[in-house]
């Protein structure tokens, strides 16, 4: 398992400070899945989370890698669906993850995301 807190504002600036960053870190999807909220950047924040909470259930941190290779979606239902590509789909087959559980959730100020890896 494992879980990460973000503060949205920190975030958001950090967006700002680094242009193409968003590129970097979220797929198309990702994005698109959000882009007609007034405001992006919270939900923005809990995907992010959610890649982090992603390398701590599997014990690797930043670098281990790409970003992009943890992909959040939406269930019909509204339920988040957690992808893996690349190479962190084959770091969870090799420590025996074969199904993933989340949870997002965040504020103006805040975004969280828990992540628990099945196996």
């Not at 960053?21 to 919270?42: A, H, K, M, N, Q």
């Not at 989370?49 to 281990?64: C, D, H, P, T």
């Not at 949870?103 to 196996?119: I, Y």
């Amino acid at each position: 398992m494992g879980a990460d807190l973000l503060d949205v504002e920190r975030f958001r600036a950090v967006l700002t400070r680094r242009p193409g960053l968003e590129e970097r870190c979220f797929t198309d999807g990702e994005r698109f899945s959000i882009e007609e909220r007034r405001d992006r950047v919270p939900g923005l924040a809990a995907r992010f989370a959610a890649k982090e909470a992603v390398m701590k259930a599997l014990g690797v941190g930043v670098g281990a890698f790409a970003f992009r290779d943890v992909e959040v979606k939406r269930e019909s239902s509204g339920e988040p669906l957690l992808l893996l590509h690349g190479k962190a789909a084959r770091l969870a087959e090799a420590r025996g993850v074969s199904e993933w559980r989340i949870s997002l959730s965040h504020t103006s100020s805040n975004a969280m995301a828990v992540a628990l890896a099945l196996g």
